[in-house]
Structure formats: structure tokens, C-alpha cells
């Protein structure tokens, strides 16, 4: 509750601040009247919605004022920026000449009008960019491909390509025609294995359920494995009427992982075979810094020896700091998701790379290595809470491991 509190009055505070630049808009009392009612109606219609409404499933009006919400929070959020650097601008300027003899009495110089209007115009950009996050943004699937190399892969995995997905979050879905448009998008990469790396639903088994015949479409040469994250466990909701039904909740989508296809890793471990020769795949249950820690990676490699190439699967990229990489074995490739890249960030290839949840995670998106030992962090297939995508983009990755060095 005193979080709470406080977040309400950080909002009406920037708010107030806000106002400032708007005071060349809004003329009169009931302007202004109306400035701070447009402010209180989002506000408490998005407390009202998540307080009342059906937590297996948000509803459109919940939607609607979560992005509303956004929007004006982010585009609030610049235009203090704008306006604050200003004022720091005044201020040094109004010592100056009060210090300089240039004026008898101190005063700050007031604001000009121009830098209000520019810094209203900056708003226009947060506001378009989340509008097509939440209109073609979130469905807006992207195929990432890289080439790893490793001087100890087997000869008959020399050019063995996998496809990655992860966090499809399925709850969150509502639109057919364009996750149909992905599941042909991954078939079409035709690489020898496809996997899962968690979190099919938000909370609830029957989530998947109207799209079991969707991704049943799936298909590799070498079969298809996956794992679970943090939201497939269920513990986000509170409103389970006993321990029984949200273990039937589990089964049920254990059993829809093997309805789609894909053979579910639960702390164990797999080969896939080729001319003799093999590749361990090890998927651990989810381990996040933070979050629920059911993993459990030596149980996971009780079965492979340390000279096996090994592909891990782990939900959460902390995982791999905190256990994966100081670990006595060596992990080739692991692939991980959940960050989502927080759903929005800025990213131009060989330019920038950047978004809040770098703050929050060290390996957050992409390719990182660290000792000899790779991981890629996939941005997510679907989305949570925020419907909508800026700037980081629903994620299809295909990895193709070469054996030798990078320079050869």
C-alpha cells in the first residue's frame, strides 16, 4: 500500500510539472479542469480494471488503459526532460545576471514559449511509436540468424541449424492469421530441431488450448524440445480454489507440450544423433535470479559425460551467471528468453543497442559469450501485460553451429 501511495503522488507530481508546457494550450479554468480529469480518469480506470477484473484474462477495456496509461506516462516523461533542462538553463541564467551586476533584483527568466511547443512536439514521437507497437508492432516477427563456431563440435554437426522461440505467452494472443503467419515463418527456416524455451502460457493451461492446432504445425527432422519458465507453473495467480487444481493446471499443460510435439526437458537430458556421433541437449526447469528456482542443472546432467558438446536450455538468463557459466562442466550454447527485451527498447544493428531492462538483467538480447561458452537470449514470440511491441520485436532465431574457429 505505501508503494502505492507513492507511485500516486510521483504520477501527480510529474503531472503538475507537466502542466506547465501545456499552459499555452489550455486556456481558463475549465481547461485546466479538464488536463487533470483526462490524468485521474486513466488512472483510475486502470486501477479499477486490474482491482475488478478477470485475472485469468485481461479484457480489452484493461488493455486499453494500460496503453493509454503508457502512452501518456512515456510522453509525460520527455516532456519533463525537455522542460527540466530548461529550467536548469534559467536558473544558471538568472545567477548570472544576478551576480554579474546586470540587474538589481534576482529573477529567473521565464519560460519561452518555443521550447514548450518543441517539447510538445517531442511527444508526438512516443505516442506514434507505441500506437504501431500495439497495432503491427507485437506480430511484427523477425527471423535473427547467427553462426557460431566451436572447435569441438562433432564433424556430423558441422552446419547443424537450430530454430529458437521462447515466451509465447499465449494468453495474450488474438489474432490467428498472424501467429499461423510465424508458425509457416519457423517451418520455413527448415532447421534439423525447434526449441521451446518457455513460458507457453501466462497463468493458465487453457490459454493454449485454442491454439494446440496452430502450433501443432511445427515440425524439424529432429524432433522438437522445450522446457518450462516461470509463468507455466501458475504461481502468479492467487485465486487457485485448492492445491489440487493448480496441479491439474500443470499436467494439463505438460500434456499440451506433448500434443503440439515437443518433447518437454524437465531437469534431464536427451542426444540427438548423427552419423555416429552426438549432441547433448540438457534442459533444466526454470531457475531465475529472483524468481521460482525448480532447476536444477547437476540432476539435469546426471546422464552425459563432460566431453559431450552440450546445448542447454534454461528459461532465464541469470541462470547462466550464476550457475551455468562457473560450473566445472562446460556449456557450448544456451539458450534462454523471458526478459522480452522489456517489449520496447531501441535497436539499430551496429548502432545501438538499448532498453530499460538492461538495468534489470546483464543478458537481456542476443549473443553473448563469456569463457568459450555461448548463450542467446531470445527476445520473445509473443507478449505480456503491455499488448504491443516497441522497437524490440517478436523473435524467430535460427543458430547454425560450424566446427573450427571463428577466424578459419
Request: glycine share 8%; aromatic share 14%; charged share 20%.
Amino acid at each position: 500500500m505505501v508503494r502505492f501511495i507513492l507511485f500516486i503522488a510521483i504520477v501527480i507530481a510529474l503531472d503538475i510539472y507537466a502542466y506547465q508546457a501545456f499552459r499555452f494550450l489550455v486556456k481558463g479554468k475549465w481547461g485546466t479542469i479538464l488536463y487533470f480529469l483526462i490524468t485521474a480518469l486513466v488512472i483510475g480506470g486502470l486501477i479499477f480494471q486490474v482491482a475488478t477484473g478477470d485475472r485469468r484474462s485481461w479484457s480489452a477495456m484493461t488493455q486499453f488503459f494500460i496503453v493509454t496509461f503508457i502512452i501518456m506516462i512515456v510522453s509525460k516523461i520527455i516532456l519533463i526532460a525537455v522542460m527540466f533542462g530548461e529550467d536548469i538553463f534559467r536558473l544558471v541564467e538568472g545567477v548570472y545576471y544576478k551576480l554579474s551586476g546586470k540587474t538589481t533584483s534576482y529573477s529567473i527568466p521565464s519560460r519561452r514559449k518555443f521550447v514548450s511547443q518543441i517539447a510538445l512536439g517531442l511527444m508526438a514521437v512516443p505516442f506514434a511509436s507505441i500506437l504501431y507497437g500495439v497495432i503491427k508492432g507485437r506480430y511484427n516477427f523477425k527471423v535473427l540468424k547467427y553462426t557460431l563456431h566451436f572447435e569441438d563440435l562433432p564433424d556430423a554437426f558441422d552446419g547443424y541449424q537450430i530454430t529458437q522461440i521462447s515466451d509465447i505467452h499465449s494468453g495474450s494472443f488474438d489474432n490467428k492469421e498472424k501467429v499461423s503467419y510465424a508458425i509457416d515463418l519457423i517451418n520455413e527456416q527448415d532447421s534439423d530441431a525447434i526449441f521451446f524455451t518457455g513460458d507457453m502460457v501466462n497463468n493458465f493451461a487453457s490459454e493454449m488450448e485454442p491454439w494446440i492446432d496452430v502450433f501443432s504445425k511445427l515440425s524439424a527432422k529432429d524432433g522438437m524440445y522445450s522446457i518450462l519458465g516461470n509463468h507455466d507453473y501458475g504461481d502468479y495467480y492467487r485465486g487457485w480454489s485448492s492445491k489440487e487444481e493448480k496441479q491439474n493446471n500443470f499436467q494439463r499443460l505438460k500434456d499440451i507440450h506433448n500434443e503440439i510435439g515437443f518433447d518437454l526437458i524437465l531437469n534431464d537430458s536427451r542426444f540427438i544423433e548423427k552419423d555416429g556421433q552426438r549432441i547433448a541437449l540438457v534442459g533444466v526447469e526454470n531457475w531465475g535470479a529472483g524468481f521460482k528456482q525448480e532447476g536444477d542443472l547437476n540432476k539435469a546432467i546426471g546422464n552425459i559425460t563432460s566431453d559431450d558438446f552440450k546445448v542447454l536450455l534454461s528459461h532465464d538468463p541469470s541462470h547462466w551467471d550464476h550457475e551455468v557459466v562457473p560450473h566445472k562442466d562446460h556449456f557450448h550454447l544456451t539458450l534462454s528468453g523471458h526478459t522480452h527485451g522489456m517489449q520496447f527498447g531501441i535497436e539499430i544493428p551496429g548502432w545501438i543497442k538499448w532498453s530499460p531492462v538492461k538495468w534489470r538483467y546483464k543478458r537481456w538480447a542476443g549473443i553473448y559469450e563469456e569463457k568459450g561458452q555461448y548463450i542467446n537470449v531470445n527476445r520473445g514470440f509473443g507478449y505480456l501485460a503491455f499488448p504491443g511491441r516497441v522497437g524490440i520485436w517478436p523473435e524467430i532465431t535460427v543458430i547454425e553451429l560450424k566446427k573450427g574457429s571463428k577466424t578459419a
